[in-house]
């Protein structure tokens, strides 16, 4: 509708694995250091800075953890990602005989969730990026690999080319908060999107958020009076994994998929954003 494109391919790849420890090493901007030092704070400490200013409980987080893996399971187990994921071939070592041998596998799970995972389980891991932090490995989006891919296409290309739409992109929005506190991006993000579009956040049927730490995710749902209920209904990013260069692709296909599956009309997707950033966008299964 903005005129700009008739053929779209939008997604991306990650190789998180292939990052070094640490990540990449930036030098800061000696100006901007020392008068905006918040700019430069890891994503972990991020998450810990939401934590202090809204108050949040460690047990309260693991417990939000726990639920998105066990409905990431209970996604798996049902078959619900099978129509998402592209199954493909990988090689890999194993030690068999006390020799390490190569075998082939075919990859269509995800290998992100761990079965049985409980509170009581991520009661036991210590803090990640603080010493008196409560964001742990267990309450934080997992590093994964990973590629997402979606066809965007004007109404003119989809009648040259007889194509049968999936769904509508009725809205999407973008906002901007401090960097220090980035994982609240969502807040400002989703209540901008719904305004432009004319909408009210009750027309939504399903939630997806990028769930890159419990801590923002129940912040944004506090703060923004999303239900639950229609949140993340397959397990999120903390079961998932969080590869960050597909996010939005690969949120974009969970919901289509699980609106189809459920014969639900709209769907959300909203994510957090390093560096300040949130961003929503609106769908409409036809």
Same mark, same amino acid.
């Given at each position: 509708s903005a005129s700009i494109a008739d053929v779209v391919v939008a997604g991306g790849a990650e190789t998180m694995s292939m990052i070094n420890m640490g990540g990449w090493r930036l030098v800061p901007n000696p100006d901007v250091a020392k008068?905006? @030092?918040?700019?430069?704070?890891?994503m972990g400490l991020t998450?810990?800075?939401?934590?202090?200013?809204?108050?949040?409980?460690?047990?309260?987080?693991?417990?939000f953890s726990a639920n998105s893996y066990a409905k990431a399971y209970n996604a798996i187990d049902k078959g619900y990602f099978k129509d998402?994921?592209?199954?493909?071939?990988?090689?890999?070592?194993?030690?068999?005989?006390?020799?390490?041998?190569?075998?082939?596998? %075919?990859?269509?799970?995800?290998?992100c969730p761990r079965r049985g995972t409980t509170?009581?389980?991520?009661?036991?891991?210590?803090p990640a990026f603080a010493a008196d932090g409560i964001s742990t490995a267990g309450n934080s989006s997992q590093m994964s690999d990973g590629a997402a891919f979606v066809l965007?296409?004007?109404?003119?290309?989809l009648k040259r080319h007889n194509l049968?739409? %999936?769904?509508?992109?009725?809205?999407?929005?973008?906002?901007?908060?401090? @960097?220090?506190?980035?994982?609240?991006?969502? %807040?400002?993000?989703? @209540?901008?999107?719904?305004?432009h579009a004319g909408m009210k956040l009750d027309d939504m049927d399903l939630i997806e958020l990028n769930e890159a730490f419990a801590t923002q995710s129940m912040v944004v749902v506090k703060e923004t009076g999303i239900n @639950?209920? %229609?949140?993340?209904v397959n397990g999120g990013a903390i079961a998932l994994g969080h590869p960050l260069g597909c996010t939005g692709a690969k949120l974009t296909v969970q919901i289509l998929n699980e609106l189809k599956r459920r014969n639900k009309?709209?769907?959300?997707?909203?994510?957090?954003?390093?560096?300040?950033q949130g961003a929503a966008g609106i769908y409409e299964m036809l």
């Open positions: 008068t905006n @030092p918040n700019w430069y704070l890891s998450s810990e800075m939401v934590a202090r200013e809204y108050n949040l409980k460690r047990e309260d987080l693991d417990e998402q994921i592209v199954p493909y071939t990988v090689k890999e070592n194993y030690v068999a005989d006390g020799k390490i041998k190569t075998r082939e596998k %075919i990859f269509d799970v995800d290998e509170k009581a389980a991520l009661a036991r891991l210590r965007v296409v004007s109404e003119k290309i049968k739409p %999936i769904a509508r992109l009725v809205d999407y929005q973008v906002a901007g908060v401090d @960097p220090y506190k980035m994982g609240v991006g969502p %807040i400002k993000a989703i @209540p901008k999107v719904l305004k @639950p209920d %229609i949140l993340n009309k709209y769907g959300m997707v909203t994510m957090c954003i390093g560096t300040g």
